[in-house]
């Protein structure tokens, strides 16, 4: 089974500043993807990056970037410039051929951005 | 705006009650999802549908029926339930996986629908 890890239950930042959510996985799968989701208070889960293990550059969508580490394996994402929208919990889940439509959330972080 | 519909938004039931909660995608995805979320805790997969067959049932109790009528939309039928199944309950859709050469393949979710059990 994949194991995700979330070190931090809660995060703060400054607004217009950046901050790092932390996401290890343990896979044994050759070929996987990460998938970072953000759940404001509202309920919703919003998809809002991924990234594929044979991808060759880290990916980046708008302000959101992963800083993926392979060999480490993990897949931390990177908010720029943080606006108080920002405000919400943040889950990684890892995809892959062991867990095909199984997808599994790390514990989240709240992240907090203060004016 | 979401392009997965729940309904309803808010559900309050006794323990003797049947209800039921609807979701609606028109995305042409083959695959929906039934997750269930307790406050400050992760969504937890509750059951997968496949070309609106049952493919995936995370031993989830049988007071929890789910139905997939067609390819766009996904029941959960509710019966005694406990007051513990309090919770919120999240659909999503997405492509089948394996997925095709690049796609992403992300779960869309609904807004879902927070259920109080008296």
């Known amino acids: 089974a994949q194991k995700i890890t979330q070190t931090q239950p809660g995060m703060f930042v400054q607004e217009k500043e950046a901050v790092t959510l932390d996401c290890t996985y343990d896979t044994s799968d050759p070929s996987y993807g990460l998938f970072w989701y953000k759940q404001p208070s509202s309920g919703e889960m919003i998809f809002l990056i991924y990234?594929?293990?044979?991808?060759?550059q880290n990916a980046t969508e708008g302000r959101y970037s992963l800083n993926f580490q392979k060999a480490r394996k993990s897949a931390n994402l990177v908010i720029s410039a943080s606006q108080l929208g920002d405000s919400a919990m943040y889950f990684c889940?890892?995809?892959?051929?062991?867990?095909?439509?199984?997808?599994?959330f790390g514990e989240g972080t709240q992240l907090t951005v203060n004016p | 705006d979401t392009e997965v519909t729940q309904t309803p938004k808010h559900l309050v039931m006794g323990m003797t009650n049947k209800k039921s909660l609807k979701c609606e995608q028109h995305m042409g995805h083959r695959a929906m999802y039934w997750y269930k979320q307790k406050a400050k805790k992760p969504p937890e997969l509750m059951f997968v549908y496949s070309y609106e067959k049952l493919s995936i049932n995370e031993s989830v109790p049988s007071r929890f029926s789910p139905e997939c009528p067609n390819s766009s939309l996904l029941n959960l039928h509710l019966h005694a339930l406990q007051p513990e199944d309090s919770a919120l309950y999240l659909c999503?859709?997405?492509?089948?996986?394996?997925?095709?050469?690049?796609?992403?393949?992300?779960?869309?979710f609904g807004e879902g629908s927070r259920l109080t059990v008296l």
């Open positions: 999503a859709s997405s492509h089948l996986f394996p997925r095709e050469q690049g796609m992403t393949g992300e779960l869309f």
């Open positions: 990234q594929g293990s044979y991808d060759q």
């Open positions: 889940a890892p995809d892959g051929e062991t867990s095909g439509s199984r997808l599994t």
